[in-house]
């Protein structure tokens, strides 16, 4: 760990020393040095979470919660400190609070199973037209059984929500108000303030996804006043397959379980079944203990740098990066808000997007390509998908001017 903890100054990472903390980094790829620039749908891990999830299976592995001996202990203190760390690093008020999932999508099918099991035919949820498809499909889905409507708040040309009517579109059958904190196609930081407190005071709950928030702002569910907010380890250098739901306790004590099994009960008869207290009444079955130790671990390192830094020092690179961009001949940039997280979306004239990205794959920049698991946002501005940077505080300036020669190579070879 090479950075120090500063939450305010804005030149103050040591980029190149936190670098070193990733050995995935340090490579060729296709004979040239490798540009990661597709965090938002993965990052990538430094040693500090590789270790702990090695030391976790050389030293402490074995089922939580249950056993009388050692290692059960260890276990369960491993799973149990990690909830900790996912509490405080949120804010959460207790550790009840934080229900551990495999990443956001299963955070969020969790309440639609849970609080859809309470709706009704008519009753309405607000979603956003920039939401990822993890953030529409479980609501279609719910709609699909019970009747319940979805309404949908627009976004404009920049890549922002249209919130004139949203105020309106709440009334006495809206039951949820569901959306991304940042939109992962385009980058666009939605004003929460602007949207959870209309909620909120008409007694309707909310819902952030905060997968591509989480890893690059600090966040306070306090602060933010949600019911709801869900998050993937494996986006903010933890690893895959383990994430959490914060739900606020007074809303959690009243849902129903969604998944029935092992770990969620108290006592079992074939004459009836009683449910543990939270938050584990919401974790059925052995849960990913590997991966909860190496979230904890990515938490730790994540607050030594310290997200303010981390926020200061990717908008500097966003603003390098947009600068880069604009003067790229035939770049067309997706998602101009004003408020953005390192999220820079294009096309390139009529090039189709995978093949720059396999261009540019050839000289070592990772870039992703395609509609995102976000159809809606392609359907706005009438394109099939976009090829998309994303940044991380471990990305330089470096990695945008290869980005950039890249770019000029694939319209050399592409006109
Ligand atoms: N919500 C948002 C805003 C996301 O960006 C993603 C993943 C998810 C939910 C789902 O997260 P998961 O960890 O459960 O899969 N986004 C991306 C992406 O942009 N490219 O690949 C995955």
Not at 199 to 205: E, F, K, S, T, Y
Not at 253 to 258: A, D, T
Not at 381 to 388: E, K, S
Request: aromatic share 6%; with cysteine; proline share 4%.
């Amino acid at each position: 760990m090479t950075a120090i903890r500063n939450q305010t100054a804005t030149t103050s990472l040591d980029v190149e020393g936190l670098r070193a903390d990733f050995p995935i980094l340090h490579q060729q790829v296709n004979g040239h040095r490798l540009a990661y620039l597709d965090s938002a749908a993965s990052s990538q891990r430094p040693r500090a979470v590789i270790d702990a999830i090695t030391h976790y299976y050389e030293h402490d592995h074995a089922n939580v919660h249950r056993g009388v001996h050692t290692l059960s202990h260890r276990a369960t203190d491993a799973y149990e400190g990690a909830r900790e760390k996912v509490r405080s690093f949120l804010n959460a008020a207790s550790t009840k609070e934080i229900v551990f999932t495999r990443g956001t999508t299963e955070a969020i099918n969790l309440v639609a199973n849970s609080l859809g099991a309470s709706l009704r035919s008519g009753d309405e949820i607000v979603l956003t037209e920039l939401e990822h498809h993890a953030n529409i499909v479980p609501w279609q889905m719910l709609a699909e059984r019970t009747g319940v409507e979805l309404r949908v708040i627009p976004i404009n040309d920049a890549g922002e929500l249209i919130l004139d009517d949203y105020p309106d579109m709440l009334n006495s059958r809206t039951r949820l108000v569901s959306v991304a904190q940042v939109s992962n196609a385009l980058g666009t930081i939605n004003p929460l303030d602007r949207i959870l407190r209309p909620a909120r005071d008409r007694g309707i709950l909310t819902l952030v996804d905060g997968a591509q928030a989480i890893p690059h702002m600090p966040v306070d569910v306090r602060a933010l006043d949600c019911d709801f907010y869900a998050f993937s380890g494996h986006k903010m250098c933890g690893p895959t397959g383990i994430g959490a739901l914060y739900a606020r306790e007074a809303v959690l004590s009243e849902l129903p379980p969604w998944q029935g099994g092992g770990d969620m009960i108290l006592t079992v008869s074939f004459s009836g079944t009683t449910y543990n207290e939270l938050p584990y009444r919401f974790e059925a079955g052995t849960p990913n203990i590997a991966g909860a130790a190496g979230l904890g671990a990515a938490i730790d390192y994540l607050d030594n740098i310290g997200m303010a830094a981390i926020e200061n020092y990717e908008a500097e690179l966003l603003a390098y990066a947009t600068e880069a961009m604009a003067a790229v001949q035939d770049v067309q940039l997706i998602g101009t808000a004003e408020q953005k997280a390192g999220v820079l979306s294009f096309n390139l004239d009529a090039i189709h997007a995978h093949d720059l990205g396999t261009i540019l794959d050839h000289q070592g920049v990772a870039i992703r390509t395609g509609h995102h698991c976000a159809m809606p946002v392609m359907e706005h501005f009438g394109i099939a998908g976009t090829a998309r940077a994303s940044l991380a505080f471990y990305n330089t300036r470096a990695d945008i001017d290869q980005l950039i020669e890249a770019l000029q190579v694939a319209r050399e070879m592409l006109r």
